[in-house]
Each structure stands twice: as C-alpha cells, then as structure tokens.
C-alpha cells in the first residue's frame, strides 16, 4: 500500500455514493430445483450458528425464515456489546446453544448470552504488542471455532488456544511459527477436522526476505503436534521437509535466491470436507513480485497463487490447482471457498468454489481438482479468460509491468478479497461482495522516482486511481505515471474505483443482479450472508447495513449503525426469536487509509461492537463523535533542509505509510502529534515506548538518522496544516 494514496486520499472529501443499479431477473430465470437445500452438501445453519461459515460447506447461509423478505422492513437493535476496542473487525460470530463465542483484535474471545448481549466470559491471549508490525493488514482476527464443549482460536502472535466454553479458561496452548526471526502472523479462522485444529499465517509481503507459507495441524484434545504442510520449497541448499516440495521446486527455476523465503502464505480461506476427508485451502502470492530483483527469469512458482488439496491424515496433497503461474500482481489465492452440488456436463458434480482475487470465479471437482469452469465476475485485463484444458490463464500485454507502468484490473486488493460470498441454495445465486478496482501497478526500481523499496510492496508499488490521484504530488517519489484521463479512455463513463455486490449464477456462469455499493474511492464494505427467507444481508463502509430480496436484488430496507461494517453478517435463533448480528470497526487492509468522508465512522469513534437486530427492534445509537478530528495542533519549532525533509518524506513512505495515514482512520495521523509525543518521538520508533498501543520499534529498519529525517518531514507537514487552517480561521 503506498504513502501516495494516502496522500491523495487527504486531499480529497470525496463522498462514496451507495448507488443501486439493480439488474433484475424473473424467478424463472433460476434453477429448478435449488428450492431445497440439497445444493449444500452437509445441513446449513438454523436456530445455531455452529460454523463461521454457518455451515461445514461455508455457505453463509441460514435456514431460518422468521425473518423474511415480506418483514425485513421492521428490523431493529435488539442488543449491542461494546468490544473494548477500536481496530478493524473481521469475524463473524458463533452461536451455539444461546451462548455467542467470536474474536476480535488480537485473537481476544468473548462469549455472551446471545439474548441479551451480557459478557459471560474474556479470554485475553497477552499477545506481545511488538508482534504488531508482523499483522501485513491491521491486528485483525476472522473468528473462532467450537468442538465438544471447546472453544479455539489463533492469536495474532501464531499461538493456538484451546478455551473451555464454560468459562474461559485455557486447556492447551501451542506455538504454531517456526521461526520467529520472519515476520509471521495468525490473523485466519482455524478449522477442524476429525481430530485435528489446522491453522496457517501470513507474512508473504513483510520484511526483505518475507516469510514460508505452510499450514500445520495439531491435536484437538491435547494440542500436540501432527504434521506441516509447506506450501513453497525451502531454500536451494536445503533439504525437502516432504516429497511436494520436489515438484514445487522445480518450477522455481534454477537461479531462486535462497535469502527469499518464497511467500505462499495461508492467511485465510482453510475449508475441510469430512467426506473426502480432506483440508482445501488455498495459498499467497510470491515474494517479491517481481524476479528482477533475484536476477532470475519468471516461472510458476508452485505452490503460490494456487488452490491445494491435503489428506487431513497426514498432510499429503491429493490434488493442486495454480490460478495465476508466476504471480506477480498480489493475486492470493486465499478467498473463501464453497463447497456445493451442482450441475455440470449433464450430471450433479460436488464442487468446490471460489472468487478469486485475480478476478475469475473458479468451480472444481472437489473429489479431484479437475477445473470445471473459469468465469471473470468483474473487469479483468490482465488475461483474456482461463484456458479450461490447461488450466492455464492467457496473458495480455497488460500483465506485463516490468518496463512500463500498467493500469492493472483488478488491483492488489483484488476483484474478491477476504470478506466472505454466500451460496443461497434457494436461488442457487452466489452473493459476490466484488471490487471493481484496477491499480496503476510497475517496477519501482525503473520507473524514475526516489523509491527502489515499499514495505509490504518489494520492489514494486500498484496505486489505486482513485478520486485523489494525482500524478504531480506522486512523481518524485515513484517517478511518471499515466494521468487519470488516459486510464479513463479504457471504460469510459465508468468510476475507476467501485465496489459491487453482485449475484452470481455458477451454473449459467453469469451475472443476475447487481449494486454498485460504493464508488470513486474504496468504501471496504463487508460480507454477505443469505437465508431461506429469501433475504440477503450486507454490510457498507458508509456505516449502512443493508437487506436486499435473494431472488430480485431489490433493496428492503438499510439501518445506518454509526460504525464501518467490514465483517459478514449471522442469523440465528433463541427461545422462538430470529436474530442478526453483525461485528463492526474499520481497519484491515484500510488501516492506513483514512476512513472515507461518506463514511459514518469518519467522524464517529472507531468503537467496535458487536450490534443484534431483530423484528421490531429499536434504532441504533451511534458511537461518541471524535474529538476534533481535523485539527492540527501547534507544531514545534523545528529547523530542518529541504533535503532533510525530502529525506524524511521517502522513509516514511517506505516503512511508516503501511499503517500511518494523514486524516482520520484506525492508526494515528502523524502529522497531527501533540506536544508529548513530539517530545518521546525517537524513543516511540526506536525504542518501543508505545510498543503496548502497538507501535513496535522500527530499529532494525531505520537509523536515528532517518528517524530524524522522518519527524522532520512530519513536522513540515503539520506546519503547513496548521497554518492554512489558521488562515482559514482568521478569514472567518
């Protein structure tokens, strides 16, 4: 993520307009058929709510019909818990006899009486806040999982937990990272098998040497390890851990220099199918993205960018599938997955899904991998389509970034990211929460700028067009770009930056109907869920939460909560009363953006909590406002050269602008510090003084030097911000 769209995105109070531009259907245009649930291949989620994905097939679907698309209109706040604290929330909770377990920052679990919202029990995992700078997108945590009276969750640090759901007190506890020196972090659900808790990390795009991506299992009573599954080969001198790696080492090409560690993170996505009995998840992007920086040619680079297929036994991979050979556009491959009976060639085959990041719908045997079906649900210009007897994507021009700065669709953020679909058997549709986001995207070491180097970008940087670009204020830095006019002329009429939600038919491989749910600049709205009450539910940036009708998208009715809305909605019943609960908080992968200006939370505490609605419910309070948001407060008197400042401005862009942006967001805006911490800022970056708030030491990484260079330019800017805003003041 680059300091230039931060940067850019101060600038500009461009509203996100929630537009709606429904494309309707009839309901004959739907599968006979997908009335019952005999789409879903194990029972979907009622009254309980016993998976994150309600169900094993991780669906995001209820049975439940109380609440329907006849009623939905009288929805309103039954209950709301207020978390504690104010980073980005992720999971969606569970709920199993009339208790909700869910997590939130850190891996922190809390259960509460799904009646009434009152705490039963905290479960703190201590986790070490220097661990913080490993967290590649916010200390986020997308929720927990529940077995025989059992509770577990990965904390942010790589610790698995196992907590008795009575009172939350840990059983076991086992460290999953294999080594602490790389910059490794547990941010994903965990998933169960027969007997197992499987659990992955991330870490592909942090530190200069990123980390391996591996997924390993562990004993469910006892916590005992069972066996590892590396998803990248280890380092050429290095001996293979299992026979996988030998194939995978081979695509790599001869000339892979072992310092890299290879990327292929497991961050999200883990699925198990008790009846093949096997765990499919799928994997990261390569690290770095570019080979030029290794000297060496471009290769597949197994088994990155791909979905795997592991025996839940013992580890061995049954089957793999790469969606995007030689990643080099942060295509992870890691979105959740589905798993579903569908017709395909005239017969019912069980299936696996996914909308993957790289902007193609992919649909799997789920017994053997064979690719059933590869369909772009958005705008996509870095392949023409997926070549069905190879598997293969066929490049265009674009894909190639290496000598030229291209506008890339989708983006890093991808067509598809984190934030779950939902499959309603009833309509047979897929609810898609997609992005409609291309990113100028090239090789920062031949491109003309200042920068060579962008934590959690290597040596490349792709930045998202949107209402703030502005190629002037960028060109010192990363050097020409296109201008937003010529990246314009390819979709005329089209806001270059938009989210959808999209209802995607897997059969037909088409689009039914869609909302554009926000535009111009990236509103990061949330998940969906669906119901056999022919509802769905989606979350908005804005602050909105919304119910459409599954069958015809049209709209029936929003709640405006005060709060951002990332994570995915849930249902579920107690004592004869459906509910909906839904988490709330910004942050994730928009913690160094500034919360977007429609949004509610721009001027509202970023508090997160917890909100239940149910029929006839009352209205939602919103958080306390924010305590002048937009003021700059006096800066010291400080005396540095232009070339300092310069100096400055380049440093933090490399390795501050990850978290730190310049307005209201989730981290603090730097260049609005008070006095005291002004006065302990080389102590804060070098030291750790405010390592509890989670701002670890950046010692290894900039010199006093730098971090002199750095508050200079900090200082500048709250110079210049304080003096407009003292003109503006005295012109009144």
Same mark, same amino acid.
């Given at each position: ?63 439940? !019909? ?82 025989? +009276? ?56 942090? +530190? ?47 000339? $892979? ?64 599938? &790469? ?24 017969? !019912? ?17 789920? =017994? ?9 649900? !958005? ?26 700065? =291209? ?18 058997? $009833? ?49 010192? /830095? ?12 390819? $979709?005329?009429?089209?806001? /270059?930056?938009?989210?959808?939600? =999209? ?18 600049? $990236? ?37 405006? !909560? ?13 004592? +004869? ?5 839904? &988490? ?80 209201? +967001? ?47 330019? /900090? ?18």
């Amino acid at each position: 993520m680059s300091y230039s769209n931060l940067r850019r995105a101060s600038l500009g109070l461009v509203s996100v307009l929630a537009l709606c531009n429904a494309m309707i259907l009839p309901s004959s245009a739907l599968h006979a058929g997908m009335s019952d649930l005999s789409a879903v291949p194990y029972p979907v989620a009622a009254e309980q709510w016993p998976y994150v994905g309600g169900d094993q097939a991780g669906t995001w679907f209820s049975a439940l !019909t109380d609440i329907n698309d006849s009623n939905a209109g009288q929805l309103g706040l039954a209950w709301a818990y207020e978390m504690g604290t104010e980073r980005g929330q992720e999971a969606t909770p569970l709920v199993i006899d009339g208790v909700m377990y869910t997590s939130g920052v850190w891996g922190i679990v809390y259960a509460l009486d799904a009646t009434t919202g009152k705490l039963l029990w905290q479960f703190d995992p201590g986790v070490d806040p220097m661990s913080a700078r490993n967290a590649c997108c916010d200390t986020v945590n997308r929720g927990v999982a529940y077995r025989d +009276g059992a509770v577990f969750v990965a904390s942010e640090d790589g610790r698995l937990h196992a907590l008795d759901a009575k009172t939350g007190a840990e059983k076991w506890t086992a460290d999953t990272i294999i080594n602490r020196k790389q910059a490794y972090a547990s941010t994903g659900a965990v998933v169960l098998t027969s007997d197992a808790v499987v659990i992955g990390n991330s870490g592909s795009d942090l +530190g200069d040497g990123s980390s391996r991506g591996y997924i390993s299992a562990w004993d469910i009573k006892t916590g005992a390890f069972k066996w590892r599954f590396f998803t990248v080969p280890p380092a050429p001198d290095q001996p293979f851990e299992h026979p996988e790696l030998a194939l995978a080492a081979k695509s790599w090409g001869p000339n $892979r220099d072992g310092k890299y560690q290879n990327g292929g993170a497991v961050w999200d996505g883990l699925s198990y199918d008790p009846q093949t009995d096997q765990i499919v998840f799928g994997t990261a992007n390569a690290s770095p993205y570019l080979r030029v920086k290794t000297g060496s040619e471009r290769h597949d680079d197994l088994f990155n960018a791909s979905i795997v297929a592991v025996s839940a036994k013992n580890g061995r991979m049954n089957w793999y599938y &790469q969606e995007t050979p030689g990643d080099s556009w942060d295509y992870d491959a890691v979105q959740k997955f589905i798993f579903a009976n569908l017709p395909f060639g005239g017969e !019912t085959r069980r299936v696996v899904m996914q909308a993957s990041k790289n902007g193609f719908y992919y649909t799997l045997d789920l =017994k053997s991998g064979k690719l059933l079906a590869a369909d772009a649900f !958005t705008y996509v210009n870095w392949a023409k389509g997926v070549d069905l007897a190879t598997g293969r994507p066929q490049f265009t021009e674009v894909a190639d970034y290496s000598h030229k700065a =291209k506008n890339v669709y989708p983006s890093w953020a991808g067509g598809h990211t984190w934030n779950p679909m939902s499959f309603s058997p $009833r309509t047979g549709l897929v609810y898609i929460p997609s992005l409609d986001v291309p990113n100028v995207i090239f090789n920062m070491a031949g491109n003309g700028g200042a920068l060579s180097h962008l934590e959690g970008f290597f040596n490349a940087d792709g930045i998202i067009p949107d209402e703030t670009y502005d190629t002037a204020g960028m060109k010192r /830095l990363f050097g020409a770009l296109p201008e937003k006019s010529e990246l314009q002329k390819e $979709r005329p009429g089209t806001k /270059l930056v938009r989210e959808i939600l =999209k209802a995607w038919d897997p059969v037909t491989r088409k689009v039914v109907w869609q909302h554009v749910t926000s535009e111009g600049n $990236r509103g990061y709205d949330g998940g969906v869920l669906s119901t056999a009450g022919n509802i769905v539910v989606q979350g908005r940036g804005d602050g909105t939460l919304w119910i459409y009708n599954a069958t015809t998208g049209q709209p029936i009715k929003s709640i405006q !909560t005060g709060s951002h809305i990332m994570a995915a909605p849930m249902t579920y019943k107690v004592k +004869g009363v459906q509910y909906v609960a839904v &988490q709330t908080g910004y942050g994730g992968s928009g913690i160094s953006f500034p919360i977007p200006p429609s949004s509610a939370a721009y001027l509202n505490q970023n508090t997160n909590r917890i909100l239940v609605f149910k029929l006839g419910g009352g209205a939602v309070p919103p958080p306390d406002k924010r305590v002048n948001p937009f003021d700059y407060p006096e800066p010291p008197k400080f005396t540095a050269t232009a070339a300092m400042i310069a100096h400055g401005e380049e440093k933090f862009t490399e390795y501050c602008s990850r978290c730190h942006g310049f307005g209201p +967001g989730v981290a603090p805006d730097l260049s609005r510090l008070p006095t005291e911490i002004h006065e302990m800022f080389n102590d804060v970056v070098l030291k750790g003084t405010l390592a509890q708030l989670g701002m670890a030491p950046l010692n290894d990484l900039v010199t006093k030097d730098d971090v002199d260079a750095i508050h200079a330019y /900090l200082i500048d800017q709250q110079r210049q911000g304080y003096e407009a805003q003292h003109k503006k003041t005295a012109s009144k």
